[in-house]
C-alpha cells in the first residue's frame, strides 16, 4: 500500500530537549516536505527536498532542521524545542512531474512542547 | 505571492441541506494548481481533487462538486445532501507551478459540521 509514515503520532516534551519526527515514504517520490497546521492558518510549509541531499527552507523553517540522506526518509529535527512549537505536523511526498501531482500525506504527528 | 482565502471559519447545516465551501486565491503565475483536501475528526489529510488553471471544466463527483472560476478567482465546493459523516475541515490550497518544491499554500480551512 502506497503510504507516507510518520513517528510518533503523539509527542509531548520538555523546553530544550532535542527530538526527531521521522517520516518515510514508499512510493519513490522525490518531493518531500514538512508543514505544521495551526488554527486558522491553514498548514505552512516548514521545509522541503527536492531529492537527496536536496533541501531548502519553506516559509516557516526557525528553529527547525531536516536532512534527506536516503530517497525515502525526510527526518524533521527540533535542535531545542520550545512552546511556540507545539502544533500538529505533517510530512508529505509527491513526484517530480511536468505537471504537479497531488501530495500524500502522512497521518500527522501532534507535538506538545511544555 | 500567493495566497489562498477560505472566508467562511464555521458552517453547520443540518442533514440532507446543501452547502458550499468558498475558496478565494490569488497567484501572479499563469499556470497553476488548485486542491482540496478533507481532513475529518481521526486528523488524517485526504485529498479530494485536483484542478489546473488551464482546465475551467466543472467537475461532478458523487454529492461533490467543483465549480473554478479564473475570471473570479474563485475555486468553490459543493457538497449536495450533505451527511454527518461530511462533517470536518475542509482545505483549498494553491501550489504554483514555477515553485520549488512543489510547496502547496493553504487556506486556513472551514470546519463544516452537519447536524443529524
Known amino acids: 500500500e502506497a503510504q507516507v509514515t510518520q513517528n510518533p503520532r503523539y509527542l509531548i516534551t520538555v523546553t530544550g530537549k532535542k527530538l526527531t519526527v521521522t517520516c518515510s515514504q514508499n512510493?519513490?517520490?522525490?518531493?518531500m516536505s514538512w508543514y505544521r497546521q495551526d488554527p486558522g492558518l491553514g498548514l505552512r510549509q516548514i521545509y522541503y527536498?527536492?531529492?537527496?541531499?536536496?533541501?531548502d527552507k519553506g516559509d516557516v523553517p526557525e528553529g527547525y532542521k531536516v536532512s534527506r540522506k536516503e530517497k525515502r526518509n525526510f527526518p524533521l529535527i527540533l535542535e531545542s524545542p520550545s512552546p511556540n512549537q507545539t502544533s500538529l505536523y505533517f510530512c508529505?511526498?509527491?513526484?517530480?512531474?511536468?505537471?504537479?501531482?497531488?501530495?500524500?500525506f502522512g497521518q500527522g504527528t501532534r507535538l506538545t512542547v511544555v | 505571492a500567493q495566497k489562498v482565502t477560505q472566508a467562511q471559519t464555521e458552517i453547520s447545516v443540518v442533514e440532507k441541506e446543501d452547502v458550499t465551501l468558498d475558496c478565494v486565491y490569488e497567484?501572479?503565475?499563469?499556470?497553476?494548481?488548485l486542491f482540496w483536501y478533507k481532513q475529518p475528526p481521526s486528523g488524517e489529510l485526504v485529498f479530494l481533487i485536483r484542478?489546473?488553471?488551464?482546465?475551467?471544466q466543472n467537475e461532478i463527483s458523487g454529492r461533490y462538486s467543483w465549480n473554478f472560476q479564473k475570471s473570479t478567482s474563485s475555486f468553490n465546493f459543493t457538497i449536495t445532501a450533505s451527511q454527518v459523516v461530511d462533517s470536518a475541515v475542509y482545505f483549498c490550497?494553491?501550489?504554483?507551478?514555477?515553485?520549488?518544491?512543489?510547496?502547496?499554500?493553504f487556506g486556513g480551512g472551514t470546519r463544516l459540521m452537519v447536524k443529524p
Open positions: 490550497a494553491l501550489s504554483e507551478a514555477n515553485n520549488a518544491g512543489n510547496m502547496l499554500t
Open positions: 527536498s527536492m531529492n537527496v541531499e536536496v533541501t
Open positions: 508529505a511526498s509527491s513526484r517530480k512531474d511536468r505537471g504537479f501531482t497531488e501530495a500524500f
Open positions: 484542478r489546473n488553471s488551464f482546465d475551467e
Open positions: 512510493m519513490n517520490h522525490e518531493y
Open positions: 497567484t501572479r503565475d499563469t499556470t497553476y494548481y
